[in-house]
């Protein structure tokens, strides 16, 4: 009895020793970014960010080494191969764009956490960590709940974001009255907005109305002219909310042609995708208010800040979204006794960040996002 008691806590006492040991020796992370060529700067911007975040975590056993991709996939293979190799890494953090991770799938034992917001079409080892459809329709679907919207449509434009959008759409099951693919072009984008809201049909019933009234007895006549001439159209609209998968230049337009359609954000609620506050919004009055879901506003001004007091130039988006990763795959290796393995991304988990809430299951990252408006010069929380 006493020898079989030695031998388990020898057993016990290697054990400790060798999870110690393994505690204790450097992990290695990759980075693949582009550092030179047309992105570089995207990719300096994500490199001091992970350094940013290196100096949180303050812990010298982790460890970050960083690759020039130049945005080229055969490169980007190359330069993980090396890292795989040559240096023993088996996360590597990125590459930046989808189309990188092309050939990523001929290093199976490597998994790569992408920038990408792309979900479809990814190899098995690589899991998208940008802020995708599915995290951002998610929220809709809360606000939409919150407000009390039940008749929403969305404008998907004609592009390679599109099967993201209509994925997203079915994996949240979120209501929808209907949805409509629209172009981009804007000398074709006006008339299918005037179609979808049914315009020539409500702006046919006013002119039937004006002539109704013309040819009537009533002595008030023209005094209801005068007021029907005020108006551009008359007729319900059978939607209360639209959803606008567009940004920037493109957003703008496709708010333009729903208000020359009469369509204005005082009769429905105008949502779009994360707009990441931008300040040209506040300017356009005639589209506000405007509802998006997007990251934690104070936290990524925090970020700002503390990025232009570190390198004195202003940061990129997604590299806000490095710092954030560079934590996550810390604290999923702390919560594995810092042992890599592929299942530190396979089980259920929720990680804090700057951004918002990760969550984490079956190799898929999503977001609990903020949820925000634009109205009276200002970016207004809502939750």
Do not use: C
């Not at 506040?282 to 925090?302: A, D, M, R, V």
Request: charged share 25%.
């Amino acid at each position: 009895m006493k020898t079989l008691q030695k031998f388990i806590i020898i057993l016990i006492l290697l054990f400790s020793i060798q999870t110690h040991s393994k505690a204790s020796e450097n992990i290695k992370i990759g980075l693949i970014v582009p550092l030179t060529g047309e992105y570089s700067e995207i990719g300096k911007s994500i490199l001091n960010a992970t350094r940013l975040a290196l100096n949180s975590i303050d812990d010298s056993r982790f460890e970050i080494l960083p690759r020039d991709t130049q945005s080229d996939p055969e490169l980007t293979l190359k330069v993980s191969r090396d890292l795989y190799f040559n240096d023993n890494v088996e996360i590597i953090l990125g590459p930046l764009f989808n189309n990188s991770t092309k050939y990523l799938d001929k290093i199976p034992e490597v998994t790569f956490v992408s920038f990408t917001n792309k979900l479809k079409g990814n190899h098995s080892n690589v899991i998208s960590s940008g802020v995708n459809a599915v995290s951002q329709i998610k929220a809709i679907k809360k606000f939409k709940t919150k407000k009390g919207l039940e008749r929403t449509i969305f404008l998907i434009p004609n592009s390679n974001f599109k099967l993201e959008i209509e994925s997203a759409i079915a994996k949240t099951q979120i209501k929808i009255k209907d949805k409509f693919t629209y172009d981009t072009d804007p000398t074709l984008l006006t008339s299918q907005i005037e179609k979808i809201t049914n315009y020539p049909r409500r702006k046919q019933n006013l002119l039937d109305e004006i002539t109704r009234v013309e040819d009537s007895d009533d002595p008030n006549k023209e005094k209801i002219i005068k007021n029907l001439e005020k108006k551009d159209t008359i007729g319900g609209i059978n939607f209360d909310s639209v959803v606008i998968a567009d940004f920037d230049e493109n957003l703008k337009s496709v708010t333009t042609s729903l208000l020359y359609s009469d369509v204005s954000s005082k009769r429905v609620s105008y949502i779009s995708l994360n707009q990441w506050f931008d300040d040209t919004l506040l300017k356009e009055t005639s589209l506000q208010p405007l509802y998006f879901p997007s990251i934690n506003k104070k936290n990524y001004e925090n970020f700002e800040k503390e990025y232009f007091d570190n390198f004195r130039s202003n940061p990129n988006q997604i590299s806000f979204l490095s710092y954030d990763l560079t934590g996550l795959i810390y604290y999923l290796l702390y919560k594995n006794n810092f042992e890599v393995d592929k299942k530190i991304f396979y089980k259920k988990n929720k990680f804090l960040g700057k951004i918002g809430v990760f969550e984490i299951n079956k190799n898929i990252i999503t977001h609990e996002l903020s949820f925000y408006s634009v109205e009276e010069n200002n970016f207004k929380k809502i939750f």
